[in-house]
DNA sequence: CTTACGGATTGACATCCATCGATTGGTCGA
DNA sequence: TCGACCAATCGATGGATGTCAATCCGTAAG
């Protein structure tokens, strides 16, 4: 086989959130649900601040936030999962690593479902 | 004196959220503490609805909201207090009834802030 | 096989938060 | 002035959540 192991999507839900925008029209109650679940994941500094950081590398190892976010390991597990489970985040296993990268079309969705 | 009271501004935080851009570089401690108090705000459903509802006619009173939100005239008060100390909501007290507007300037800072 | 290492999971704990009943404060109509 | 109505506040309560130590699971190195 390979160097790298098969790529292991970690919680990649595929429901897309196209649900109606908050400034259109009043949202359903399954709609404000599921948003308010994304939003939710995006309304912690430090997984805010992680995002930044996985963004502005284009892939990171869980390993390498540790040190930037002041935070033990399981922490950084625990709010990796969080964002990767409201499709954030994706994570790819290598090894005994795990590489991490933004989804930005998932972000997008979110700006839109904001407003115009 | 004119037949409303003098306009009310209930909880306008003049701190513009000018911060980085979540994809663009690591945010500051600061900067991810205030955008996720934001976030905060709008990551609830009751919340989401309300706005939706509020920004779907202009401008709406607090008791119109306790019937299609389905929760006690309490819990709305707390909910309209939350989004107005966001800056996402901005009431206007005429007689007895306090009049809520979407502020969509606010809503357009957190839209940016969340990516280019 | 054994060891070392990265990461996920579990359990516990403290804190925050959504919700509502009861109360209080204003404002209008009678 | 009195009673009705709207809204804010208070206090209590049940549930969600961020955090970490301890542990378990895979994988690579020796």
Known sequence: MGRRTAELV??????????GVVTTAPLSESDAKRLAGILGALADPVRLRLLSIVAAQH?????D??????????????????????GLLVGEKRGRWVWWRIE??????????LGA
């Open 104 to 113: 930005p079309a998932r972000l997008a969705e979110v700006r839109q479902a």
């Open 59 to 63: 892939e990171v190892c869980s390993c």
């Open 10 to 19: 970690l919680g990649a839900p595929d429901d897309a959130l196209c649900c």
């Open 65 to 86: 936030l540790e040190a930037p976010l002041a935070k033990s390991q399981p922490t950084i597990s625990h709010h990796t999962k969080v964002l990767a489970e409201a």
